[in-house]
């Protein structure tokens, strides 16, 4: 099948008619990057197009070298025949959608997208199109995202708990969107405490604070600090860190951790954290149908690891809906 | 369901025992008695009648949210857990119905729900669904299909009793065991003050449980300070006789009245009072030997065995232990002093009922080399008791130990794999081996355990990238891995393709040293199922 605004290639998403990829998983000439986290903004490529309100994170990620052209969302920009837009997908700080335009057909590549509020980034725009690629991480109709106001209720509750047992609070979460959505979140309901951070956590919440994005306010967490002094404190940290010698100070802690895969008993009990607090970045099940609802695309792509069951689903509701790896390799 | 649902959570969201044992022993103290009744019954791991099948649970949910029956078996199999994937898909409900005692629903309503018709069911158990939170459909949902598994033992909950009841653990332990029903009289009962004459209720004696001898033999110390005897591979069981009438308790503390009539009828001749505990066998009696388990598993089923039967596959009593003799409780009293009272006591009685033998062996190398003989006696090893123990309740480490011979094993090829349950759901865990059978792979044995977290998730990902095909929630695999099953039996058998029955397989080593045609050839198993 030959599509000249979407094809498939080893080094990740291609658009024939403006010469550029999305999101490269290998270098190539020109990269249009949805959002910073680590396996969409790659380095290496030689020019990177990406929204404006993500600019610092993405020259964090990719080197003071690196040539980087941003863009206001709904900017139209020209890439070979292409006219291109990026607009804001919720997801995190600076994170976009592609939309490109070619011979009046319109295709939009969501990237990573929620339809949440969030107080770290724009919301997710829908934008009408003939073809929509969406991920389909929490594929599945078990996924449906409790109320913020009661995640957060309960992750005060567990902080509260901690603090009568005399215990750390530690919250594993992703350093980068996830960590400073959480903090923004509690700067809301509770300005006056403090969060203790791991070293991974520091940058990134810096960069969103010079965003002019209101956190809760943050102290380092000191490199000999030990657990007892964290006793009733919430101490934040990435997941990479709870198997790390860095944990052997808070072998009395409470351990919590903020994802969507927590909605899952099976996956809380495994991954052996004490609490688990369902809290995504992406869309959960009814989010991905209103998303596909909302776009009046004639044709979707369902990309990200285990698709079938929202592509067949979506196909039961008469969409014309296939996995992206259907579209063929060029 | 509200307060029980509130126990429930906190249960889940610690590893801690003793933070559970607190969780439950406030429960008691604060709900309403028929509830904490209740709560103590299906936490120690009872269950209800089955009041819905799965079949009825998945129905009710497509009537309820409009999915496909597709949608809903997929949400089964990446959840792992029928209750908690159906209550994740239903839409919230207003939790109407939460404040509803637990012991309402126990009582009253499940028994209920029984009792109807299957289309009246379905509207049922919608009706509840729309009445209830997330968690709260969740439990029903758990309680109406199967156990709760909390990760609450029975023994803990008998701590936890303990505790709000300021009595001795064992005391509760006794008092807990047979079918205590859950009402709020058996509640009050259960914290009474001990009278002399309880452990004559009708109730089994709470097993002793012996703990796998994992050190060198000799670190025991003399030899001659423990009784050795066989491992015997049958059911074990208390064999109780009072004022004449006989009653068989299983190790699960069900009662197995009707399945054994020779044992009954033996124990119900005895010229005493008293309660043994031992194992059922399936006896070749002109060998003077057990059968195997398999041809114990055609009585376990039946529940009024016919003549024929009984005269196929005769069973005997191998007795161990003597817990009560005329009204008194031996517990307390050394191992020696109840063997010795056992041996002459089963002098002359029925043969069905037999004394466990000593074994001679009068040191350790020469016992190592009796354990030996353990598979040609059809036994699973030896048994280990401290001489001047009492009696003791549960699993405590120390007197007495199960010396069991070494496993089986076989090296066979991945070949099958299936998503898990529970704290394995959705990864790919439950696998199905084969070995060579002229020239091709044939199935052999599932097992589900014996690998680590590192090595399944490894496996997991290898598998998800190597499917050849998928049948529904399982997937063919590229045929490369080796691995090393131990087991601990194998029997020729007409259920299996194979045409032979491997017991209790379970992985002991990821084989990466081996290819695939090293594996082990069907025909070498049947052969050894000959034997």
Request: hydrophobic share 45%.
């Amino acid at each position: 099948m030959r599509d000249d605004l979407l094809q498939r290639r080893s080094e990740g998403l291609y658009c024939p008619a403006g010469d550029f990829f999305i999101d490269p998983r290998w270098p190539v000439e020109r990269a249009v990057v949805t959002h910073a986290h680590g396996d969409h903004a790659r380095i290496g490529n030689a020019g990177y197009h990406v929204a404006a309100a993500g600019a610092a994170l993405m020259r964090q990620r990719l080197g003071e070298d690196a040539v980087i052209e941003t863009h206001d969302y709904g900017a139209a920009f020209v890439l070979g025949d292409v006219r291109v837009s990026m607009h804001p997908s919720g997801h995190m700080l600076g994170a976009a959608q592609i939309r490109m335009e070619h011979d009046g057909r319109v295709v939009v590549v969501s990237g990573d997208y929620k339809r949440e509020a969030d107080p770290t980034c724009e919301p997710f725009e829908p934008v009408p199109c003939d073809v929509f690629v969406t991920e389909s991480t929490f594929g599945w109709p078990v996924y449906r995202w409790p109320p913020m106001d009661d995640v957060i209720a309960d992750l005060l509750a567990w902080w509260d708990d901690c603090a009568r047992r005399g215990v750390p609070a530690l919250l594993f979460c992703y350093a980068l969107g996830k960590a400073q959505r959480l903090l923004a979140e509690l700067a809301l309901r509770c300005p006056d405490r403090v969060a203790h951070l791991h070293g991974a956590l520091l940058q990134p919440v810096q960069h969103y604070r010079d965003a002019g994005i209101t956190l809760l306010p943050t102290a380092p967490l000191e490199e000999k600090v030990g657990g007892g002094a964290m006793a009733g404190e919430l101490v934040m940290a990435p997941p990479s860190a709870a198997n790390s010698p860095w944990m052997r100070r808070f072998v009395t802690a409470s351990t919590a951790f903020a994802s969507g895969w927590m909605q899952v008993r099976g996956n809380r009990r495994r991954r052996g954290f004490d609490r688990g607090f369902v809290v995504s970045d992406h869309a959960d099940w009814p989010g991905l149908l209103r998303s596909v609802a909302d776009s009046g695309a004639s044709r979707i792509y369902v990309t990200h690891g285990d698709g079938d069951v929202l592509t067949r689903h979506l196909r039961e509701l008469g969409h014309d809906a296939m996995a992206l790896d259907a579209l063929g390799e060029a | 369901m509200r307060r029980f649902a509130a126990l429930y959570a906190q249960l889940d969201r610690t590893a801690s025992t003793l933070a559970k044992r607190e969780a439950i022993a406030t429960y008691l103290h604060d709900a309403p008695p028929a509830d904490a009744a209740w709560a103590v019954y299906v936490l120690g791991g009872g269950k209800l009648r089955r009041l819905a099948t799965t079949t009825e649970m998945r129905t009710a949910a497509q009537q309820a949210t409009g999915f496909a029956d597709w949608l809903i078996d997929a949400s089964y199999q990446h959840v792992g857990d029928l209750a908690e994937a159906v209550a994740l898909l239903l839409p919230p409900g207003d939790a109407s119905l939460a404040d509803t005692p637990l012991h309402v629903w126990m009582d009253d309503w499940l028994p209920a729900l029984g009792k109807l018709d299957p289309p009246a069911r379905l509207t049922q158990l919608q009706a509840w669904w729309q009445a209830l939170s997330v968690e709260q459909t969740f439990l029903l949902n758990k309680l109406l299909t199967g156990a709760l598994r909390v990760g609450v033992s029975r023994r803990l909950v008998v701590q936890a009793l303990a505790q709000w009841s300021q009595l001795p653990t064992d005391l509760v332990a006794h008092r807990l065991s047979g079918d205590w029903q859950p009402h709020a009289a058996a509640l009050a009962t259960l914290a009474e003050p001990p009278t002399d004459d309880e452990h004559l209720s009708d109730r089994p004696y709470p097993f002793f449980l012996a703990s796998p001898l994992e050190q060198a033999v000799e670190t025991l110390g003399e030899r001659a300070e423990w009784l050795a005897e066989w491992k015997w591979d049958g059911i074990r069981a208390q064999l109780m006789r009072r004022g004449g009438e006989a009653r068989l308790w299983s190790r699960g503390e069900e009662r197995l009245d009707g399945r054994f009539p020779e044992l009954e009828s033996a124990a119900a001749a005895l010229p005493f009072d008293g309660v043994l505990d031992g194992e059922i066998l399936a006896w070749n009696a002109a060998g003077h030997l057990p059968r195997a388990f398999t041809a114990l598993q055609k009585r376990i089923g039946k529940l009024k065995p016919g003549a024929k039967l009984l005269a196929d596959t005769p069973v005997r009593f191998m007795a161990y232990d003597l817990l009560e003799h005329d009204g008194e409780d031996l517990r307390q009293q050394p191992l020696h002093a109840r063997r010795e009272r056992l041996a002459d006591l089963l002098r002359e009685v029925s043969p069905a009922l037999m004394l466990s033998p000593a074994l001679p062996a009068t040191d350790w190398p020469a016992l190592a080399d009796e354990r030996e003989q353990s598979r040609a006696r059809q036994t699973e090893g030896l048994m280990l008791k401290k001489l001047d123990s009492p009696y003791r309740v549960g699993r405590k480490r120390g007197d007495w130990w199960k010396w069991k011979v070494e496993p089986y094993t076989l090296d066979a090829v991945l070949i099958y794999a299936q998503l898990g349950h529970g704290r394995r759901a959705g990864l790919y865990t439950d696998y199905t081996f084969g070995v060579w059978d002229r020239g091709h792979l044939v199935p052999v044995a599932k097992a589900y355990s014996g690998l680590d977290d590192a090595e399944i998730a490894t496996l997991d990902q290898w598998i998800r990238s190597h499917t050849l095909e998928r049948f529904g929630p399982v997937r063919s695999v590229e045929q490369v891995h080796v691995f090393e099953l131990a087991y601990e039996a194998i029997q020729r058998s007409s259920r299996h393709k194979s045409g032979v029955a491997v017991r209790f397989p379970r992985i002991l080593r990821w084989r990466t040293d081996l290819a695939i045609r090293d594996a082990d050839k069907l025909d070498d198993l049947r052969r050894l199922a000959m034997d």
